[in-house]
C-alpha cells in the first residue's frame, strides 16, 4: 500500500496526516490500531512500511518524561518535585534526579 492508497482507504480517520501525528504524539500501537480499526499488527507493519522504522515509543516517552521532571527539579527544586511526582514511575523520577545532579556537577 502506498500513501496514496492508504489516505484513500484512511480518509475518515485523516490518513497518513493523522498515523504521523499519532506516531510523533507517541501514542501505543493499540491506541493507533483502533483510531483505523486495524490490528496492532497492522498498525506495527505501517510503522515499517511508511516510515522505515520499528515503532516503540517507550524509550522517547521515558526520555520526555525525565526530560520534564529536570525542568520541575530545576524550578521547584527537589523536595517540592518528589511532591508533584508521586505518581510518577519511580524509575524516572530517579533517572531525572540522577541526570539532574550530574548537569550540576559538570557545569
Not at 46 to 57: A, G, L, R, S, V
Not at 86 to 91: C, D, E, L, P, V
Request: glycine share 6%; net charge positive; hydrophobic share 30%.
Amino acid at each position: 500500500m502506498n500513501i496514496e492508497e492508504f489516505n484513500e482507504k484512511y480518509k475518515e480517520q485523516g490518513g497518513i496526516k493523522q498515523l504521523s501525528s499519532m506516531r510523533e504524539n507517541l501514542d501505543t500501537l493499540k491506541k493507533i490500531s483502533e483510531c483505523f480499526g486495524v490490528s496492532g499488527e497492522r498498525a506495527r507493519q505501517w510503522m515499517i512500511e511508511f516510515f522505515e522504522e520499528k515503532y516503540d515509543p517507550r524509550y522517547k516517552r521515558r526520555k520526555k518524561a525525565i526530560e520534564a521532571i529536570k525542568v520541575l527539579i530545576d524550578k521547584y527544586g527537589l523536595k517540592k518535585t518528589r511532591v508533584l511526582c508521586q505518581g510518577t514511575n519511580k524509575s524516572y523520577l530517579k533517572a531525572a534526579i540522577d541526570s539532574f545532579h550530574q548537569q550540576k556537577n559538570e557545569k
